[in-house]
């Protein structure tokens, strides 16, 4: 199954988190370190994604990559 997390700068679907984890804490991308959304964000986004339908049938289909300016995130400047 492929994640539908994705940097929207370099590609990457690896995150880093912030020691202190709250509502708008910055999640960044753990290879060129943009800002890809706030944590009450990405948590909603993680939480959509394992109840999706089309993932529940095994469909592959590709899921859009994370914008760094997304819904709750602070702009980066990483696009």
Known sequence: M?????CEACGSPAVRFP????????I???RCGCTLMAWGAFKRRVE????????????EAEAPA???N???????GCA
């Open 2 to 6: 492929r994640s539908g997390f994705g």
């Open 19 to 26: 020691a202190v984890l709250h509502e708008d804490a910055p």
């Open 28 to 30: 960044q991308c753990d």
């Open 48 to 59: 959509a994604e394992t109840v999706r339908p089309d993932r529940a049938r095994g469909d």
């Open 66 to 68: 994370v914008s760094p």
């Open 70 to 76: 997304g819904p709750g995130s602070p702009r980066s």
